[in-house]
């Protein structure tokens, strides 16, 4: 069964908006990451959170994790074009290493 | 960027044809790992090797198999290609001495069996 579910499913804003979205999974994690995908391409690694931390920064996105509700969210403030993307939660539950990706959310960034 | 290749990039193919997808790393990571993953839709690991000589079966069946017989090398190889295979496929290492389990990926292959 799938462990990551990224909500929204698709997101367009405006530049300069801020982008807000969810993931929630289902078992007890280690880790929980955030990737992004260009059309077409591979996955970059964006943000890494442990299940000990609330809230990460990096640049202009932010995550936070709330074990209790088996959620995290991942926000990108003041967006640009070249954020136009697919970004996936995946989780790492502990088991040899394997990551668990969610279906992503769609991120359209208007100029 | 990560230092992670695969090749061919795109590759158009008649049903039967046998086929090897490469992929190489430069970092020297200790485990790699093989995606599928249709238009849109969520990554599903296929295969994944702990080191040399190590290869094990992911979460979502595959008629494909692979090999580890080098730590820079992990080629999957389909011995007869059919449309129900035609997808992307990513390729992935992380380290484990890093501690962490992030994961590097190359562009993709995009396999197209007619």
């Known amino acids: 069964s799938q462990q990551g579910e990224e909500d929204p499913q698709a997101l367009s804003i405006q530049e300069g908006e801020n982008a807000t979205m969810n993931c929630s999974y289902k078992t007890s994690i280690n880790n929980l990451q955030w990737y992004r995908q260009n059309s077409g391409r591979g996955l970059v690694h964006l943000i890494l959170?442990?299940?000990?931390?609330r809230e990460k920064h990096s640049g202009r996105l932010r995550v936070t994790l709330d074990t209790s509700k088996k959620s995290s969210s991942l926000l990108i403030t003041a967006s640009r074009a070249a954020d136009t993307a697919s970004y996936f939660c995946?989780?790492?539950?502990?088991?040899?290493?394997?990551?668990?990706f969610g279906k992503g959310t769609l991120l359209t960034v208007n100029p | 960027e990560a230092d992670i290749y695969q090749t061919p990039r795109y590759l158009v193919i008649g049903t039967g044809k046998k086929i090897t997808l490469e992929c190489s790393q430069t970092m020297g990571h200790d485990k790699m790992y093989w995606y599928q993953q249709d238009p849109g839709m969520e990554l599903h690991l296929i295969h994944y090797?702990?080191?040399?000589?190590?290869?094990e079966k992911g979460d979502l069946s595959s008629e494909s198999t692979v090999s580890r017989i080098r730590t820079e090398h992990f080629p999957l190889t389909l011995e007869s290609a059919r449309p129900s295979h035609t997808s992307q496929y990513l390729c992935?290492?992380?380290?484990?001495?890093?501690?962490?389990?992030?994961?590097?990926f190359g562009p993709g292959t995009r396999l197209t069996v007619l």
């Open positions: 959170i442990r299940s000990n931390e």
């Open positions: 090797s702990y080191g040399v000589n190590s290869t």
């Open positions: 992935a290492s992380s380290e484990t001495s890093l501690g962490e389990n992030e994961q590097f």
């Open positions: 995946a989780t790492d539950a502990g088991s040899n290493y394997k990551l668990t």
